[in-house]
């Protein structure tokens, strides 16, 4: 127990709480809000903090709070929609930070830690086993093809920290998925890693092909692929996409799984056509829809 104890102590300085603030006309505002709450992870000393874009996407200010209380302003560093990762910097310099966990040793049935914000200086804990390296596929036109599922639950708000317990970080807590032996998703801390010169230098990833964005959420059901929405405005509402409808191909590809769907989706480019085949009611239907960039979107 004072092992745990120690690891949790020697954690807890490169620990955040992040509270941000949203213009109400942004388009993330729609579904997420205009008030969050997210933790991070200080991975750098000249004060970069990594989270999930989620809780930082279309921030007007955010206020950081250390583990000690200091409080700092923050602004977006980088952002990378594709993983779900987050950049915020911070003034200042020499800060207390992680280090990653190498790729290899993170192996199902090692230990890990989670350390999340529950406001402001306060923190929470818990502890388990990771359990599998499946990949996700998100509603919301997101997929990881691997990713860290754990035992434990997530203890406070998304964006905490997911260490070994040699204290490196192994991954950013993502989302509660609620599946029995496997409550928590992070995202592994290599997909942060593998472009962290890029994101520091451009705010994003240059050298991976932009993602074409549609503007549609989908479910799965019954091996098919339905639409459960679409965005105001968006490509897919503009093209004449509808809630109800069942998406059967893209391009010549038939679609029966979300994880099909978006990898045909992404072979294209943004602003390329992309067409699909949908059945509506009894009716099956070809339309075109020429894919957007989601970063542009998120920062109109």
Same mark, same amino acid.
């Given at each position: 127990m004072n092992g745990h104890l120690g690891l949790i102590h020697s954690l807890l300085p490169a620990t955040v709480d992040l509270r941000v603030s949203v213009p109400g006309d942004h388009p993330s505002a729609r579904n997420l809000g205009t008030e969050r709450s997210g933790s991070g992870t200080i991975v750098d000393r000249a004060g970069y903090i990594l989270t999930v874009h989620y809780v930082v996407v279309g921030a007007q200010s955010i206020v950081v709070t250390a583990a000690d209380g200091e409080q700092y302003p923050g602004e977006i560093a980088a952002d990378d929609q594709e993983s779900g990762l987050a950049l915020v910097?911070?003034?200042?310099?020499?800060?207390?930070?992680?280090?990653?966990?190498?790729?290899?040793?993170?192996?199902?049935? =090692?230990? =890990?830690?989670?350390? +999340?914000?529950? #406001?402001? =200086?306060?923190?929470?804990?818990?502890?388990g086993y990771v359990t599998s390296?499946?990949?996700?596929?998100?509603?919301?036109?997101?997929?990881?093809?691997?990713?860290?599922?754990?035992? +434990?639950?997530?203890? #406070?708000?998304?964006?905490?920290?997911?260490a070994d317990f040699s204290g490196r970080l192994m991954g950013v807590v993502s989302l509660n998925l609620g599946d029995i032996g496997k409550p928590t998703l992070a995202i592994p801390i290599e997909m942060y890693s593998k472009y962290e010169a890029e994101l520091k230098q451009f705010g994003r990833v240059k050298s991976r092909?932009?993602?074409?964005?549609?503007?549609?959420?989908?479910?799965?059901? #019954?091996?098919?692929?339905?639409? +459960?929405?679409?965005?105001?405005? #968006?490509? +897919?509402?503009?093209?004449?996409?509808?809630?109800?409808?069942?998406?059967?191909?893209?391009?010549?590809?038939?679609?029966?799984?979300?994880a099909e769907l978006y990898r045909e989706m992404w072979k294209k480019k943004p602003g390329e056509r992309i067409s699909l085949r949908i059945l509506r009611e009894d009716e099956s239907l070809d339309l075109a829809v020429v894919g957007a960039d989601r970063r542009s979107h998120l920062r109109s």
């Open positions: 910097k911070i003034p200042g310099g020499d800060f207390p930070f992680l280090h990653p966990a190498p790729p290899q040793s993170v192996e199902i049935g =090692a230990p =890990a830690l989670i350390v +999340a914000s529950n #406001g402001e =200086a306060q923190r929470r804990t818990s502890g390296f499946e990949g996700y596929d998100g509603h919301w036109e997101y997929m990881l093809e691997r990713s860290i599922r754990v035992t +434990a639950p997530n203890p #406070g708000f998304g964006g905490g920290t997911l092909p932009t993602r074409p964005w549609l503007g549609l959420y989908s479910q799965p059901m #019954g091996g098919h692929v339905v639409v +459960a929405g679409v965005v105001p405005g #968006g490509p +897919a509402e503009k093209s004449g996409l509808k809630e109800g409808d069942i998406i059967l191909k893209v391009e010549t590809q038939e679609i029966r799984s979300r």
